[in-house]
């Protein structure tokens, strides 16, 4: 397993070197690296997949939501490791699509982990933890009303990315940010779905 990760640098040189060494990376070879109790890696990873055009993808928002709820639901209950279905975890990209997308989304990473730092450590402690794993039980319940709504489940992805980063660099403020971006977002789609 690897050494705990701290920002999105870390998480993505982690990936480039995931595929460097394996020509094609499955989430299953993501999650055996990172450790199966890493909610906030996951959280993170299925985020920036939700907040990319990866999510115009029919089905993606249902996917994401169905992985969102497995693990959060699994964090819920206390287990020691997070249970996933094969089939979800054979999905892989290649090398070249990976490196590709690495290459675009490292240079804004790095802006990103200059404004993270530990700070309201109650929001991101254990307990803030479950609270944000029951936040996002909620999410992927409701998920598929922000199939509705245009944009909507990519403000969710930059909202649950964000999350995720606030669990890794244990960044409070972000995390209250993401809460509020989340809450915004839900009631945007209750109004433009009445």
């Known amino acids: 397993m690897v050494q705990e990760l701290r920002n999105l640098e870390q998480l993505f040189n982690h990936i480039a070197t995931l595929a460097s060494e394996n020509g094609e990376v499955s989430l299953g070879i993501v999650v055996e690296s990172i450790g199966h109790r890493s909610f906030g890696p996951l959280l993170l990873i299925i985020g920036l997949t939700l907040s990319s055009p990866l999510s115009g993808i ?8 169905a992985f969102i709820f497995l693990i959060a639901a699994q964090l819920l209950m ?3 490791f997070f249970w996933m279905p094969h089939w979800l975890l054979d999905r892989s990209l290649d090398r070249k699509q990976i490196m590709t997308g690495l290459r675009w989304i490292t240079p804004p990473a790095r802006v990103v982990d200059r404004l993270t730092r530990p700070r309201l450590f109650f929001l991101v402690s254990r307990s803030g933890a479950y609270v944000t794993a029951a936040l996002c039980v909620c999410i992927a319940m409701i998920m598929p009303v922000f199939e509705l ?16 980063l606030a669990l890794v660099a244990q960044d409070g403020l972000l995390a209250l940010i993401a809460f509020c971006v989340i809450g915004a977002t839900f009631g945007l789609a209750v109004v433009n779905i009445l």
């Open 58 to 65: 029919p089905g993606m928002t249902s996917i994401s939501a």
């Open 78 to 80: 206390g287990r020691r």
């Open 149 to 164: 709504v245009p944009f909507s489940a990519s403000a969710v992805g930059v909202a649950l990315a964000a999350l995720g």
